[in-house]
């Protein structure tokens, strides 16, 4: 693209043409799908300077347009689906290139106990504050909102976008892209009346934006002495009693209903904090956040005693989903491979569990990368004849693989050095 020239006046809206070409780079650098139109990146790249010309003069002129974004429906644990809407290249520029003007403008709106998609923020900080409030409070709050992306009220959405966004063009790209159609798997079109498409660029900065008011806001306002930690709709509050807890949610139900919301009826709970101090009698005494189960664990102090604390450990959802994913690369099969081919194939994933769900209580991490080792010694007995059949000889040769490359799988460095 060229640099602004004068000609940019001339159009109803003044965007420069350098916040598209940054917000081409970052789209670029998050790869991603393809949308509608079946355009890649690499297809996208190949005619840069007049795509991106292309998109700056109708962004500017008012006579953009999106397409509609393509659903993809990604499996959850529970055998339901997540639906994920996939925006084109061409979009995710345009959203970015709007992201970047609000981006920073919203930060020093959003509360500091808000902790989803936000820089400098993230799920190991909220999950850390999450089990020092659960020291200090007996009962927890446990939100789950009902398909919150879906249900946001454009209505009340663009009536916060309003507040804080002066620019009209903005303004008019937000709210074409709130009801922007949908192209499900089958190939036939909706145009949705509500909700936040997951998948865009924008949706994370809207759907936070919507919950500062929705929650955060009036929190601070009505309940200023409740902590809470939110991941995007994902929210833990933190109570002194029962009574206190109960009225929190019933307040909290009438709140969201009044922004268009609902509270999962079934996953929706009050908690209580059970340790070696809270002797007290409740139903639930666990509870899930960000890929973690919260509840009674046996911990050693710093003296040696082992005592029962509350706190964080990789729940079971998380660890079957790790499970399913070591189990879909069938290592124990891959005979033809060599153990430097499947510590590539593993280590990423690893690297990346490790670095999450080991920073807290990591024992029922460990465990589970044991089973790792199961399957590299199924692994070695299918590939070599000298060893099938004997499971203690095969431990034996993989425990003299970890001696002559101790760093070559990265669970060996967490479990064994």
Known sequence: ????????????????????????????ANNGAPGVDKESIQAFQSRLGGNLYTLWNRMSSGSYYPKPVRQVLIPKGDGTFRPLEIPTVA????????????????????????????????????????????????WVVDLDILAF?????????????????PEKWIRLYIERWLKCAVQLADGTVKSPSCGVPQGG?????????????????????????????????????????????????????????????????????????????????????????????????????????????????????????????????????????????IAARLNPMVRGWIAYYGAFYPEPLKRFLIRIELRLGRWARNKYKRLRGHKRRSWQWLRGCRVSMPHLFVHWDYLFS
């Open 149 to 165: 992306f879906d249900t946001i009220d454009h209505g009340l959405m663009m009536r916060a976008i309003e507040k804080h966004v």
């Open 1 to 28: 693209m060229k640099r602004d020239d004068p000609s940019t006046k001339t159009k109803p809206f003044e965007i420069p043409k350098r916040i598209i070409w940054r917000s081409w780079k970052r789209v670029a």
């Open 201 to 341: 660029v924008i949706s994370p900065l809207l759907a936070n934006l919507y919950l500062h008011y929705a929650f955060d806001a009036w929190m601070q306002r009505h309940h200023r002495n409740v902590p809470f930690e939110r991941y995007a709709d994902d929210v833990v509050c933190h109570c002194r009693s029962k009574q206190e807890a109960e009225r929190l949610l019933e307040a909290l139900r009438k709140r969201l209903a009044n922004c268009r919301l609902e509270l999962h009826p079934d996953k929706t709970r009050v908690v209580y904090c059970k340790d070696n101090k809270r002797r007290g009698e409740h139903p639930t005494t666990r509870f899930d956040f960000l890929g973690f189960s919260f509840h009674a664990r046996t911990v050693q102090d710093k003296q040696g005693n082992l005592f029962t604390g509350f706190g964080p450990g990789v729940s079971r959802k998380a660890l079957k989903r790790m499970n399913q994913a070591i189990r879909s690369l069938n290592i124990n099969r891959n005979i033809h491979s060599k153990l430097p081919d």
């Open 91 to 138: 979009d995710r520029v345009a959203q970015m290139a709007v992201k970047e003007v609000l981006e920073t403008r919203m930060e020093a709106l959003f509360h500091p106990w808000s902790y989803g998609y936000r820089p400098g923020k993230n799920a190991k900080q909220a999950v850390a504050r999450a089990r020092q409030n659960c020291w200090s409070f007996d």
